[in-house]
């Protein structure tokens, strides 16, 4: 039997409510103001039970609805909460929101209507207790504090229709929990469209995000139904939102607005059922004070944000990781104690991405059994117990832990006797520094540049050099370059 907490400082409307939920099979509860209902809820945190979803007014005498959420959030962090107004504010909702609350309903409400919202409530919620493992299915690993307090999070919204906004370094999983918001939620059965707005030529981008009809443009040859319409009955990703031109930003707005979208030359715009989760590794508050992104379109995006936290901030979830894409991969791989240490205390500038490559590249050179030092990146390497460490290079630009200059130069600290070539030396040396940083950044080329202490266009240029000279590709490394 299902109990619900119905609180409302309106007697008469509580008394016809708790008459309705008991024919239908409910245990209901009642609390007749703020105050009653934080003593209601911290008397079932303080029993060990909990409520299976709260109902609750905005608006009452003694505080409002908001302070019943927090109360809920903070003392029976699982139980769902429906929130009734009748004077819904753009504020409050938000906030409500925020807060993780799962639906507002306008009053007046029909009974059945209110059951059915509340019956969902708690479906999503006991779909929204094995978030743990649908994280861990989208490839979230880990059990530190910083991910632990994202995963519940991201278990209180997915179930809601808002808007998310993931944000958090290159490389650190922004598109995996995407994946595990669209499971968690009720639009799993439908599809999850991904589109990297940063990967497409600005030119294209309003076809592929709206689509258009036959003869729109020179080219359009036939109809396309575009990624918004892809995602209907499911969830639309928009990953690397901060790339996305003034020009296109304003439709988006119009698009989230009127839950429609309008085709490159089309007269008449179309409904879409989706649900919009967006990334991003830039500042877009930022973006919106230079003028460079929209505010009224960040504050649309920006109702429910999750912050991924870069993984020298989770450095204890290093190991089950490392052990995660071992097994994944299928190897019979050892990771020592020592060399464990070592993973463990480096920075990883590059995230989960660059363990995870890492990783995929002791299994294609090691094969199995027990990593050795050898096996290890220079930058690794030298972290291991009885290394020896040169002075410390100066912090980078990213703030990450000094990388010890012995473990990059591998040079001799001396003159040798017969001499040397100084501007060979440098440059081999600017050439490796180049390749590891890009290597580490998965290719991307503006981190690689703040990495080295560089202007994106003058790392560019660097590399346009080296392959004019015949030094490889022009990425500085094997990797694909992103911007």
Known sequence: MPSVLFVDDEREIVSALTRYFVRQGFEPFSAHSVSEAQVAIEQAAQGGRQFDVVCTDLSMPDGTGIEVVRAVREKLSKTPVVMLTAFASVSSTVEAMRLGCVTILEKPIEMEQLERELRAAIAGSRAAATGVD??????LVGSSPALSELLGTLARVAPTSSSVLITGESGTGKELVAQAIHQLSRRASGP??????????????????FGHVKGAFTGAVASRSGRFRAAHGGTIFLDEIGEL?????????????????????????????FRLVAATNRNLEEMVAAGSFRGDLFYRLNVVPLLLPPLRDRRGDVPLLLNHFIARAGAKLHIGADVMAAFTAHSWPGNVRELENLVERLVVLRGEGEVQPSDLPPVIRALLPGAIAMPAAATPPNGNAPVPFAALAQRP??????????????????????????????????????????????????????????????????????E
């Open 192 to 209: 999850l469209v991904a589109v990297n707005c940063a990967a497409i030529p600005e030119q294209l981008l309003e076809s592929e995000l």
């Open 413 to 482: 600290t001396s003159l040798p006797p017969d001499g040397l070539d100084l501007q060979a030396v440098l440059a081999d040396l600017e050439d490796r520094l180049i390749s590891e940083a890009l290597e580490r950044t998965g290719g991307n080329r503006n981190q690689a540049a703040r990495y080295l202490g560089l202007n994106r266009t003058t790392l560019v240029e660097k590399l346009r050099k080296k392959a004019r000279n015949g030094g490889g590709n022009g990425n500085g490394g094997s990797t694909t370059p992103q």
């Open 245 to 273: 031109p003034l020009s296109l930003q304003s439709k988006l707005l119009r698009v989230l607005q009127d839950k429609s979208v309008l085709p490159v030359g089309a007269q008449q715009a179309e409904a879409v059922d």
């Open 134 to 139: 649908a994280a861990s299915a989208a490839g």
